[in-house]
């Protein structure tokens, strides 16, 4: 998600005002809802525009895409950590760790890339998190996607 941006359609962040800003788009026309404190509120404000505007069928396929989007993002082979908040690494038990390994859970190293490696079984699943330069990035990566698939 670029600057200014928001994870809800129809919320943007206005620099000028310092608030989140719902806006909608009637007969090709940008219209603005209202401006709010939190991102949710213009979000929720958004939709009942749409509903008033538009009506049910319009959510429903907002909806509908959503969950195919996040359906898709459950099957894809990397895993988009945008929206994630840090996350403290996950340490392996100290019987665990092997010379030359990780000492966190879902981490390891990648000697031909020179790089650690980031990874996480989903339903069953291995998917790629990413390559980092260093073990703790790899670590905070695995941790946030952790929080977001359990």
Known sequence: ?????SKYIGATFNKQKNKWQAQIT???KNRTIGYYENEEEAATDYARAVFKYKGQEVLDKARERRAQDTSRERNSIIIDLSGVPP???ITKSAGLIKEGSSKYTGVSFNK??????AKIRIEG???Q???YE???EAAVDYSRAVFKFN
Not at 112 to 117: D, E, I, P, S, V
């Open 125 to 127: 699943k291995q998917r």
């Open 112 to 117: 031909k890339a020179n790089k650690w490696l």
């Open 87 to 89: 996350q403290s690494p």
């Open 134 to 136: 260093n073990e703790e």
């Open 26 to 28: 009637i007969e090709g």
């Open 129 to 131: 998190i990413g390559s």
């Open 1 to 5: 998600i670029k600057e200014g941006a």
